[in-house]
Protein backbone atom coordinates (compact mmCIF):
# COMPACT_ATOMS: atom_id res chain seq x y z
CA UNK A 1 0.00 0.00 0.00
CA UNK A 2 3.08 2.22 0.98
CA UNK A 3 3.91 2.32 -2.92
CA UNK A 4 0.68 3.92 -3.63
CA UNK A 5 0.75 6.81 -1.61
CA UNK A 6 2.18 8.99 -4.51
CA UNK A 7 -0.23 8.20 -6.34
CA UNK A 8 -3.04 8.98 -3.88
CA UNK A 9 -1.13 12.26 -3.39
CA UNK A 10 -1.24 13.06 -7.12
CA UNK A 11 -4.72 11.87 -7.26
CA UNK A 12 -5.53 14.28 -4.68
CA UNK A 13 -3.55 17.22 -6.49
CA UNK A 14 -5.38 16.76 -9.59
CA UNK A 15 -9.24 16.64 -8.19
CA UNK A 16 -8.15 19.98 -6.44
CA UNK A 17 -7.11 21.42 -9.63
CA UNK A 18 -3.32 21.19 -9.48
CA UNK A 19 -0.86 19.69 -11.92
CA UNK A 20 1.30 17.02 -11.74
CA UNK A 21 4.23 15.05 -13.87
CA UNK A 22 3.95 11.58 -13.67
CA UNK A 23 5.78 8.94 -16.62
CA UNK A 24 4.41 7.22 -19.32
CA UNK A 25 5.71 4.43 -21.41
CA UNK A 26 6.67 7.02 -23.91
CA UNK A 27 7.85 10.59 -22.19
CA UNK A 28 6.84 12.46 -18.91
CA UNK A 29 3.70 14.19 -18.74
CA UNK A 30 2.81 17.42 -16.89
CA UNK A 31 -1.38 16.96 -15.99
CA UNK A 32 -4.77 18.54 -15.45
CA UNK A 33 -8.06 17.51 -15.24
CA UNK A 34 -8.76 17.88 -18.78
CA UNK A 35 -12.39 19.59 -17.61
CA UNK A 36 -10.91 22.37 -15.62
CA UNK A 37 -9.63 24.69 -17.82
CA UNK A 38 -7.81 26.61 -14.72
CA UNK A 39 -5.87 23.79 -14.34
CA UNK A 40 -5.26 23.11 -18.23
CA UNK A 41 -4.28 27.00 -18.21
CA UNK A 42 -1.71 26.52 -15.74
CA UNK A 43 0.21 23.98 -18.26
CA UNK A 44 0.39 26.41 -20.74
CA UNK A 45 1.90 29.20 -18.36
CA UNK A 46 4.47 26.58 -16.65
CA UNK A 47 5.48 25.53 -20.26
CA UNK A 48 5.10 28.60 -21.70
CA UNK A 49 3.21 26.79 -24.71
CA UNK A 50 1.40 28.59 -27.04
CA UNK A 51 -2.18 28.58 -26.57
CA UNK A 52 -2.95 27.65 -29.97
CA UNK A 53 -0.93 24.43 -29.63
CA UNK A 54 -3.51 21.33 -28.74
CA UNK A 55 -2.62 18.86 -25.42
CA UNK A 56 -3.27 14.98 -25.98
CA UNK A 57 -5.92 13.49 -23.13
CA UNK A 58 -5.17 10.65 -21.49
CA UNK A 59 -7.74 7.64 -20.65
CA UNK A 60 -7.74 4.82 -18.52
CA UNK A 61 -9.35 2.87 -20.69
CA UNK A 62 -11.04 2.86 -24.19
CA UNK A 63 -14.38 2.83 -23.14
CA UNK A 64 -13.77 6.20 -21.98
CA UNK A 65 -13.17 7.73 -25.42
CA UNK A 66 -16.99 7.65 -26.30
CA UNK A 67 -17.79 10.48 -23.75
CA UNK A 68 -15.40 13.05 -25.19
CA UNK A 69 -15.87 12.43 -29.47
CA UNK A 70 -18.59 12.73 -31.73
CA UNK A 71 -17.66 8.95 -33.17
CA UNK A 72 -15.31 6.79 -33.62
CA UNK A 73 -14.44 5.39 -37.00
CA UNK A 74 -13.74 1.72 -37.70
CA UNK A 75 -10.16 2.41 -38.53
CA UNK A 76 -9.80 4.26 -35.53
CA UNK A 77 -11.50 1.38 -33.73
CA UNK A 78 -9.21 -1.20 -35.02
CA UNK A 79 -5.91 1.00 -34.00
CA UNK A 80 -7.29 1.12 -30.34
CA UNK A 81 -7.71 -2.61 -30.12
CA UNK A 82 -4.74 -3.42 -31.93
CA UNK A 83 -2.01 -0.40 -29.81
CA UNK A 84 -4.04 0.24 -26.66
CA UNK A 85 -2.99 0.81 -24.10
CA UNK A 86 0.21 2.21 -25.63
CA UNK A 87 1.70 4.51 -27.68
CA UNK A 88 -0.84 5.77 -30.05
CA UNK A 89 -2.85 9.02 -30.20
CA UNK A 90 -6.15 8.90 -31.99
CA UNK A 91 -7.59 12.57 -33.15
CA UNK A 92 -11.61 12.47 -33.56
CA UNK A 93 -14.24 14.97 -33.49
CA UNK A 94 -14.58 16.22 -30.03
CA UNK A 95 -17.84 16.04 -28.19
CA UNK A 96 -19.86 18.97 -27.59
CA UNK A 97 -18.29 20.31 -23.74
CA UNK A 98 -15.51 19.31 -24.16
CA UNK A 99 -13.14 22.48 -23.22
CA UNK A 100 -11.55 24.60 -25.86
CA UNK A 101 -8.40 25.17 -24.05
CA UNK A 102 -7.20 21.96 -24.09
CA UNK A 103 -7.75 21.52 -28.21
CA UNK A 104 -7.11 25.01 -28.76
CA UNK A 105 -10.69 25.76 -30.14
CA UNK A 106 -10.42 23.09 -32.66
CA UNK A 107 -12.91 21.09 -33.53
CA UNK A 108 -10.71 17.86 -32.65
CA UNK A 109 -9.87 16.19 -29.86
CA UNK A 110 -6.29 13.73 -29.63
CA UNK A 111 -6.52 10.51 -26.91
CA UNK A 112 -4.82 8.36 -25.86
CA UNK A 113 -4.43 5.13 -23.38
CA UNK A 114 -1.03 5.03 -21.81
CA UNK A 115 0.39 1.24 -20.73
CA UNK A 116 2.50 2.86 -17.71
CA UNK A 117 1.07 1.35 -14.61
CA UNK A 118 1.83 4.83 -12.86
CA UNK A 119 -0.45 6.74 -15.58
CA UNK A 120 -2.92 4.60 -15.43
CA UNK A 121 -3.28 4.40 -11.85
CA UNK A 122 -3.31 8.07 -11.70
CA UNK A 123 -5.82 8.30 -14.23
CA UNK A 124 -8.36 5.76 -12.63
CA UNK A 125 -7.28 7.44 -8.72
CA UNK A 126 -8.38 10.93 -10.25
CA UNK A 127 -11.35 9.75 -11.86
CA UNK A 128 -10.80 12.49 -14.53
CA UNK A 129 -9.26 12.43 -18.12
CA UNK A 130 -5.85 14.13 -17.93
CA UNK A 131 -4.69 16.68 -20.42
CA UNK A 132 -1.30 16.38 -20.58
CA UNK A 133 1.83 17.39 -22.89
CA UNK A 134 5.15 16.31 -22.22
CA UNK A 135 6.18 18.10 -19.04
CA UNK A 136 9.32 20.13 -20.62
CA UNK A 137 9.27 24.06 -21.31
CA UNK A 138 8.04 24.37 -24.79
CA UNK A 139 10.06 24.29 -27.94
CA UNK A 140 12.80 21.66 -25.82
CA UNK A 141 13.36 18.04 -25.64
CA UNK A 142 10.78 16.11 -24.05
CA UNK A 143 12.04 14.09 -20.96
CA UNK A 144 12.26 10.64 -20.05
CA UNK A 145 13.25 10.59 -16.58
CA UNK A 146 12.41 12.36 -13.41
CA UNK A 147 15.31 13.98 -12.91
CA UNK A 148 14.70 15.49 -16.52
CA UNK A 149 11.77 17.33 -15.07
CA UNK A 150 13.00 18.66 -11.86
CA UNK A 151 15.97 20.25 -13.69
CA UNK A 152 13.30 22.86 -15.53
CA UNK A 153 10.12 22.43 -13.89
CA UNK A 154 10.86 21.68 -10.32
CA UNK A 155 9.54 24.34 -8.28
CA UNK A 156 6.88 25.13 -10.67
CA UNK A 157 4.45 21.95 -10.54
CA UNK A 158 2.61 20.48 -7.55
CA UNK A 159 3.93 17.03 -7.46
CA UNK A 160 6.37 14.93 -9.85
CA UNK A 161 5.63 11.35 -9.91
CA UNK A 162 8.71 9.52 -10.31
CA UNK A 163 8.27 6.00 -12.56
CA UNK A 164 11.76 5.65 -13.94
CA UNK A 165 12.94 5.90 -17.36
CA UNK A 166 10.05 6.09 -19.82
CA UNK A 167 10.68 2.66 -22.04
CA UNK A 168 10.01 3.97 -24.91
CA UNK A 169 11.46 7.06 -24.88
CA UNK A 170 9.90 8.87 -27.97
CA UNK A 171 6.02 9.97 -28.05
CA UNK A 172 3.18 8.74 -29.04
CA UNK A 173 2.37 8.49 -32.85
CA UNK A 174 -0.57 10.41 -33.63
CA UNK A 175 -3.27 9.32 -36.06
CA UNK A 176 -6.01 11.83 -37.53
CA UNK A 177 -9.46 10.16 -38.73
CA UNK A 178 -10.82 13.53 -39.90
CA UNK A 179 -9.99 12.98 -43.62
CA UNK A 180 -11.05 9.73 -45.62
CA UNK A 181 -7.49 8.29 -45.72
CA UNK A 182 -6.32 7.97 -41.92
CA UNK A 183 -3.10 10.59 -41.58
CA UNK A 184 -0.19 10.19 -39.64
CA UNK A 185 0.51 13.33 -38.03
CA UNK A 186 3.68 12.47 -35.53
CA UNK A 187 5.68 9.25 -36.37
CA UNK A 188 6.17 7.57 -32.56
CA UNK A 189 6.36 4.37 -30.57
CA UNK A 190 4.15 2.68 -32.63
CA UNK A 191 5.83 2.08 -35.89
CA UNK A 192 4.20 3.32 -39.11
CA UNK A 193 4.33 -0.76 -40.91
CA UNK A 194 2.85 -1.25 -37.67
CA UNK A 195 -0.32 0.76 -37.90
CA UNK A 196 -0.90 -0.03 -41.68
CA UNK A 197 -0.40 -3.76 -41.23
CA UNK A 198 -3.65 -2.90 -39.38
CA UNK A 199 -5.47 -0.33 -41.75
CA UNK A 200 -3.71 -0.51 -44.55
CA UNK A 201 -2.32 2.88 -46.50
CA UNK A 202 -2.05 6.27 -44.38
CA UNK A 203 -1.55 9.49 -45.37
CA UNK A 204 1.51 10.94 -44.40
CA UNK A 205 2.39 14.93 -43.18
CA UNK A 206 5.57 15.90 -43.90
CA UNK A 207 7.83 17.51 -41.62
CA UNK A 208 7.66 21.38 -43.34
CA UNK A 209 4.10 20.99 -43.65
CA UNK A 210 2.85 23.25 -40.88
CA UNK A 211 -0.41 22.37 -40.76
CA UNK A 212 -2.98 24.19 -38.52
CA UNK A 213 -4.49 20.70 -37.45
CA UNK A 214 -1.28 20.08 -35.89
CA UNK A 215 0.63 23.27 -34.12
CA UNK A 216 3.02 21.33 -32.24
CA UNK A 217 4.64 19.68 -35.28
CA UNK A 218 6.75 22.85 -35.87
CA UNK A 219 9.61 22.03 -37.76
CA UNK A 220 11.90 23.61 -35.22
CA UNK A 221 11.11 21.52 -32.41
CA UNK A 222 13.08 19.37 -29.11
CA UNK A 223 15.71 21.80 -30.10
CA UNK A 224 18.39 21.60 -27.60
CA UNK A 225 20.83 24.79 -26.93
CA UNK A 226 23.60 23.20 -29.02
CA UNK A 227 23.49 22.90 -32.47
CA UNK A 228 22.60 19.39 -34.43
CA UNK A 229 24.25 18.92 -37.32
CA UNK A 230 22.90 15.60 -39.62
CA UNK A 231 23.68 16.06 -42.33
CA UNK A 232 27.59 16.01 -42.74
CA UNK A 233 30.56 14.43 -44.16
CA UNK A 234 33.53 12.88 -42.81
CA UNK A 235 35.42 13.87 -45.03
CA UNK A 236 35.25 17.42 -43.96
CA UNK A 237 35.62 17.01 -40.06
CA UNK A 238 39.48 18.48 -40.41
CA UNK A 239 37.70 21.64 -41.31
CA UNK A 240 36.19 21.79 -37.68
CA UNK A 241 39.71 21.07 -36.02
CA UNK A 242 39.44 23.82 -33.04
CA UNK A 243 35.67 23.35 -32.45
CA UNK A 244 34.59 21.32 -29.59
CA UNK A 245 32.29 18.11 -31.08
CA UNK A 246 29.88 15.80 -29.50
CA UNK A 247 28.52 12.62 -31.34
CA UNK A 248 25.55 11.35 -31.39
CA UNK A 249 26.20 7.42 -32.69
CA UNK A 250 23.47 5.39 -33.17
CA UNK A 251 25.94 2.11 -32.66
CA UNK A 252 29.44 1.95 -31.43
CA UNK A 253 31.26 3.24 -34.20
CA UNK A 254 34.10 0.93 -35.86
CA UNK A 255 36.62 3.62 -35.85
CA UNK A 256 36.38 6.40 -32.97
CA UNK A 257 36.96 10.32 -34.80
CA UNK A 258 38.61 12.84 -32.71
CA UNK A 259 35.29 13.88 -30.92
CA UNK A 260 35.20 15.73 -27.65
CA UNK A 261 32.35 13.56 -26.74
CA UNK A 262 30.52 10.84 -27.83
CA UNK A 263 27.20 9.31 -26.73
CA UNK A 264 26.23 5.74 -28.42
CA UNK A 265 22.42 5.02 -28.14
CA UNK A 266 22.50 1.30 -28.73
CA UNK A 267 26.19 -0.52 -28.71
CA UNK A 268 24.25 -3.32 -30.66
CA UNK A 269 22.57 -0.80 -32.99
CA UNK A 270 19.31 -2.04 -31.23
CA UNK A 271 16.60 0.79 -32.69
CA UNK A 272 14.22 0.41 -29.65
CA UNK A 273 17.25 0.88 -27.24
CA UNK A 274 18.03 3.99 -29.27
CA UNK A 275 14.82 5.58 -28.38
CA UNK A 276 14.64 4.70 -25.12
CA UNK A 277 17.82 6.74 -24.93
CA UNK A 278 17.67 9.24 -27.43
CA UNK A 279 16.62 12.14 -25.53
CA UNK A 280 18.72 11.71 -22.55
CA UNK A 281 21.78 11.31 -24.73
CA UNK A 282 21.16 14.97 -26.43
CA UNK A 283 20.34 15.78 -23.07
CA UNK A 284 24.01 15.09 -21.84
CA UNK A 285 25.95 16.39 -25.02
CA UNK A 286 23.76 19.82 -24.40
CA UNK A 287 25.25 19.86 -21.04
CA UNK A 288 28.85 19.63 -22.71
CA UNK A 289 28.98 23.35 -23.49
CA UNK A 290 30.03 21.81 -27.14
CA UNK A 291 29.71 24.08 -30.43
CA UNK A 292 28.31 21.09 -32.16
CA UNK A 293 26.99 17.64 -32.25
CA UNK A 294 27.08 15.54 -35.29
CA UNK A 295 24.17 12.75 -35.46
CA UNK A 296 24.45 9.79 -37.50
CA UNK A 297 21.61 9.34 -39.63
CA UNK A 298 19.78 6.12 -39.27
CA UNK A 299 17.39 4.48 -41.81
CA UNK A 300 13.53 4.96 -41.59
CA UNK A 301 12.42 2.03 -40.63
CA UNK A 302 10.23 0.92 -37.93
CA UNK A 303 10.95 3.31 -34.27
CA UNK A 304 13.94 4.77 -36.98
CA UNK A 305 11.03 7.14 -38.42
CA UNK A 306 10.22 8.62 -35.14
CA UNK A 307 14.13 8.86 -34.33
CA UNK A 308 14.71 10.66 -37.64
CA UNK A 309 11.58 12.90 -37.30
CA UNK A 310 12.52 14.09 -33.55
CA UNK A 311 16.45 14.70 -35.00
CA UNK A 312 15.34 16.52 -38.26
CA UNK A 313 13.68 18.65 -36.07
CA UNK A 314 16.18 19.39 -33.11
CA UNK A 315 18.61 20.05 -35.70
CA UNK A 316 20.07 23.29 -36.82
CA UNK A 317 18.35 24.81 -39.98
CA UNK A 318 21.13 27.64 -40.80
CA UNK A 319 24.17 26.42 -43.32
CA UNK A 320 26.45 24.89 -42.13
CA UNK A 321 28.39 23.43 -44.68
CA UNK A 322 30.12 19.60 -43.36
O1 LIG B 1 3.71 10.33 -25.88
C1 LIG B 1 3.06 11.37 -25.85
O2 LIG B 1 2.21 11.64 -26.70
C2 LIG B 1 3.34 12.35 -24.71
C3 LIG B 1 2.93 11.70 -23.39
C4 LIG B 1 3.04 12.65 -22.23
O3 LIG B 1 1.63 11.20 -23.52
N1 LIG B 1 2.68 13.59 -24.91
C5 LIG B 1 3.07 14.49 -25.85
O4 LIG B 1 2.35 15.66 -25.80
O5 LIG B 1 3.97 14.29 -26.63
P1 LIG B 1 2.82 16.99 -26.54
O6 LIG B 1 1.88 18.04 -26.08
O7 LIG B 1 4.24 17.23 -26.31
O8 LIG B 1 2.53 16.70 -28.04
C6 LIG B 1 1.20 16.56 -28.45
C7 LIG B 1 1.09 16.82 -29.89
C8 LIG B 1 1.31 18.26 -30.25
O9 LIG B 1 2.18 18.32 -31.33
C9 LIG B 1 -0.08 18.75 -30.63
O10 LIG B 1 -0.04 19.74 -31.61
C10 LIG B 1 -0.73 17.48 -31.12
O11 LIG B 1 -0.25 16.48 -30.27
N2 LIG B 1 -2.18 17.55 -30.97
C11 LIG B 1 -2.89 17.63 -29.84
N3 LIG B 1 -4.21 17.72 -30.11
C12 LIG B 1 -4.33 17.72 -31.44
C13 LIG B 1 -5.42 17.80 -32.33
N4 LIG B 1 -6.66 17.94 -31.90
N5 LIG B 1 -5.16 17.76 -33.66
C14 LIG B 1 -3.90 17.62 -34.10
N6 LIG B 1 -2.80 17.54 -33.31
C15 LIG B 1 -3.02 17.60 -32.00
MG1 LIG C 1 6.06 17.89 -26.45
Keep these: ?34 FNPLAVARIFEVKRRPYFDPLIVHVASPADVKKLVKGIPSNAIKLIKSFWPGPLTVVLLKGEDFPDIVTAGLPTVAIRMPSHPMALSLIKESNCPIAAPSANPFGYLSPTTADHVREQLDDQVDLILDGGPCPIGVESTIISFLEERPRLLRPG ?69 KFHSIEVLSKQGDIREAAANLFAAIRRLDAMDLDLILAEPISEIGLGRAIMDRLRRASTKEEINL
Design 1 to 34: MKNDEPIQQAAEIIKRGGIVAFPTETVYGLGADA
Design 189 to 257: GVSLEEIESIIGKVEISPIENDIPSAPGMLPKHYAPRTPIVLDWDKKNLDLLEDKKIGFLAFQEPKRYL
